[in-house]
């Protein structure tokens, strides 16, 4: 047991050692009432902390217990039997708290994570999206879609087994997100399919992006014992313009760009603005449904 006289000291002997538990006064020299316990659990979150005082107050224990002790104790009306209880209790309880929020976070994470890939799944992409799109409109900063299709992976699935199959998405996936920025969104978008949102990024950002990725993942094999399984993959880009107002139209301006990819001969990056320049006129295509659609000025 450490004894520390008032709140400043027992900080900075809380930041140089390990505690199972803070037994705190509720009159300290440099505290009093609920200050220390806030300034303790703003550093200290794990730690438990039980109130002593001399007060016979129910509404100061309530008080303790809303700003995050685990329970309250009078002076000279405790036993040392109900000391050693009340203590071990609130050891007990800050463990099951704790458990408790890692599993919030964990369960949070998974509803967000495609579960064999690990990367964003569609529904955490497009409210990434919209919250990307609403920062790009009101500051006009650029953004930058990208999707990418696994070439022939349909022939991975039927020679090697989906086993096998599911390995290699996964290590594609990680290659993809190893590529990505600070704020940068990867995820799923289906199937052999991936979608990354380039946050800060026009369409020729983009397009450097994704041929890196491309001549990364073409020189790339996968060891499965004495067989190698070589991947390649065709990227579609995008950048949210006067023409792509909406997050449907900048999402099916990227995949029209990457269909032209795969009918002019797979493992290449082809950009939106180069289809507009060949074509002259461009006609989206809905495949992307939502129940509402995140609309803003280009200025």
């Known amino acids: 047991m450490e004894i520390c006289s008032t709140l400043a000291s027992a900080l900075d002997w809380l930041t140089e050692n390990q505690c199972d538990l803070v037994l705190l006064d ?76 890692r599993l919030v976070t964990e369960l949070k994470r998974a509803a967000r994570s495609d579960a064999l890939t690990g990367v964003l799944n569609r529904h955490a992409m497009i409210s990434e ?40 998405l996964r290590r594609i996936a990680n290659r993809i997100r190893s590529h990505a920025r600070p704020g940068d969104c990867v995820a799923r978008y289906g199937g052999e399919e991936f979608c990354v949102i380039l946050v800060d990024a026009d369409e020729d950002v983009a397009q450097a992006w994704a041929e890196q990725v491309r ?56 950009t939106s603005r180069s289809l507009k320049a060949k074509q002259g006129v461009y006609v989206t295509k809905s495949i992307v449904n939502f129940d509402a659609l995140t609309v803003c000025p280009v200025i």
């Open 26 to 101: 509720l009159s300290l020299p440099d505290a009093f009432g609920l200050d220390g316990i806030r300034k303790i659990r703003s550093q200290f979150a794990h730690i438990p902390i039980v109130m002593m005082t001399g007060l016979d107050d129910d509404k100061m224990a309530l008080d303790a217990l809303d700003v995050g002790a685990q329970d309250y104790l009078l002076k000279g009306d405790t036993s040392s039997r109900e000391l050693e209880r009340t203590l071990r209790y609130a050891i007990q309880r800050q463990l099951i708290q704790s458990e408790n929020a």
């Open 129 to 168: 999206f919209e919250r990307h799109w609403v920062d790009s409109c009101l500051s006009n900063s650029p953004l930058s879609c990208i999707i990418l299709d696994v070439d022939y992976f349909k022939k991975i699935n039927d020679q090697l087994g989906h086993v096998i199959g599911d390995k290699v």
């Open 215 to 270: 001549a990364e993942l073409a020189d790339w094999t996968f060891q499965l014992g004495d067989q190698q399984i070589g991947v390649t993959a065709s990227f579609g880009a995008a950048q949210r313009n006067a023409r792509t107002t909406t997050i449907e139209q900048l999402i099916n301006a990227a995949d029209h760009a990457l269909l032209n990819a795969k009918e002019t001969g797979r493992n290449r990056v082809v």
